[in-house]
């Protein structure tokens, strides 16, 4: 197990609805990550989130958007739901210090699906 | 733009045999590479990496193996085992784990 904890496991949803995932970091992870993964493919880097900001992104709309919390804990949240949307959503962990990265850390991800 | 592929979408070997997985990818600039494996309902898990100032790197079981001529990297498992059977993807990492992964190879392992 890698300490990267993420809820719900699953999530049905409908096209237009919001939804909100949850991440918990590693604990001494100062980073995170948030990754689509669609079925059969590899996963595709949404942002980064370091010390509550974004760091990075990745070739997503706006729609996408997430938060990092004081406790480095973080939210990826998807407005006005597509279809394509429905994939595996997979939240990572590193630390960042003095310049440098550690080795990312993944959690079992959660499942979305729009019907 | 950066893209990194996998030349085989399945590869199956015979319990104990040696495994080679593939894997090419296309910005000259990429500098930092990470194999994952990745079991049925979990996350990616690291299994080995390689900086491009590096053209092996060797691991308990596993070595990468770096072209940078050919922008070729291959993942070799030896003794291949049933519990390696999983998918198995290529990343490269060119700012600070933000990820660029291939389409994955699906390893089985015949007992």
């Known amino acids: 197990e890698t300490g990267v904890t993420q809820s719900p496991t699953h999530l049905i949803k409908t096209r237009g609805q919001q939804v909100t995932l949850r991440c918990s970091s590693q604990s001494g992870h100062n980073t995170v990550s948030w990754y689509q993964q669609a079925l059969g493919q590899g996963p595709q880097f949404i942002f980064q989130y370091y010390r509550e900001e974004e760091n990075g992104r990745g070739n997503f709309p706006p729609r996408f958007s997430g938060l990092q919390f004081p406790n480095y804990s973080s939210e990826l949240n998807v407005n006005a739901l597509e279809l394509d949307d429905s994939a595996l959503y997979l939240c990572?962990?590193?630390?960042?210090?003095?310049?440098?990265?550690?080795?990312?850390?993944f959690g079992s991800g959660t499942q979305l699906s729009v019907l | 733009g950066e893209s990194v592929g996998l030349h085989l979408p399945t590869l199956s070997v015979q319990e104990g045999d040696n495994s080679i997985i593939n894997c090419a990818y296309s910005n000259s600039a990429s500098d930092y590479f990470i194999w994952y494996k990745q079991e049925s309902g979990k996350g990616p898990q690291f299994i080995i990496d390689i900086r491009s100032n590096m053209d092996k790197r060797q691991g308990q079981r596993v070595t990468v193996l770096l072209n940078k001529t050919v922008k070729h990297l291959s993942l070799q498992i030896a003794a291949t085992q049933p519990g390696d059977s999983a998918v198995y993807f290529c990343?490269?990492?060119?700012?600070?784990?933000?990820?660029?992964f291939g389409g994955g190879t699906r390893l089985m392992v015949k007992p």
């Open positions: 990343a490269s990492d060119n700012a600070g784990n933000m990820l660029t």
């Open positions: 990572a962990s590193s630390t960042k210090q003095g310049g440098m990265d550690e080795k990312l850390f």
